[in-house]
């Protein structure tokens, strides 16, 4: 069956730029979590679903971050006004038990 | 304060032997869930084992163990018979959940990683 998808899977933007990023769940799970991984760190939280709503946002660095899942499936992190440091891999991950399937991720990169 | 830690930054071990991957944790609830991840270098990242804190026996996945030792909080990752294929980072983490009034938080911190390298 189908796993997690993010799109698109790198994305270079100018610094002060708006993005969005997209992931796809695995059909039927209920959770979502988004994480961003800096080169040679472990994943770092940034926000949890559990169905549409964000169930825990502390991870969000500022207010810059934002994130939405409105119908409880497809989400999409948003970052406005990007900085050079917000360049990472953002990681989407989806699970309905204690396994969270991972996608394969989106490589931002703010020049 | 770490929540993760993961002492070994990098590890070495001859294939076909067993290995173990450390990892202590820091919280205060009482009900909370152990991960463990592998992320090889295509960036993929891989579930590999569970451990729930109230689970009385040690979680087993295959080759994969996890040595839980609650009152010392600790998780380390046992990997018996090492392969080739091994060689990866390797994450431990931490789901904390707490549903109350006024505060209430459900996230999962990872540990900074160790780097399991497997020698033919």
């Known amino acids: 069956g189908a796993g997690v998808s993010q799109t698109p899977s790198n994305k270079v933007t100018e610094k002060g730029k708006y993005v969005e990023l997209r992931c796809d769940p695995i059909?039927?799970?209920?959770?979502l979590y988004w994480y961003r991984q800096s080169l040679g760190q472990g994943p770092e939280f940034l926000i949890y679903?559990?169905?549409?709503?964000?169930?825990?946002d502390s991870g969000l660095p500022n207010d810059r971050f934002f994130a939405v899942r409105p119908e409880g499936s497809v989400s999409t992190l948003k970052i406005q006004r990007t900085e050079r440091g917000d360049s990472a891999v953002y990681l989407c991950?989806?699970?309905?038990?204690?396994?969270?399937?991972f996608g394969p991720g989106t490589r931002l990169t703010v020049l | 304060a770490q929540k993760i830690t993961q002492t070994q930054p990098g590890m070495f071990v001859q294939e076909k032997e067993a290995v173990t991957l450390d990892c202590t944790y820091d919280?205060?609830?009482?009900?909370?869930?152990l991960f463990w991840y592998k992320q090889p270098s295509s960036g993929e990242m891989i579930f590999l084992i569970y451990q729930g804190s109230y689970d009385e026996q040690n979680a087993t996945e295959g080759r994969y163990s996890l040595n839980f030792q609650k009152a010392r909080k600790s998780a380390n990752l046992v990997i018996s018979a090492s392969q080739l294929g091994d060689s990866a980072m390797y994450f431990c983490a931490m789901r904390e959940v707490l549903s109350g009034v006024g505060t209430s938080y459900d996230k999962v911190i990872f540990g900074p990683g160790t780097s399991l390298s497997v020698i033919p």
């Open positions: 919280t205060s609830d009482q009900s909370y869930g």
């Open positions: 991950a989806s699970s309905l038990t204690n396994e969270q399937f």
């Open positions: 679903f559990q169905g549409t709503g964000a169930a825990d």
């Open positions: 059909s039927g799970h209920t959770a």
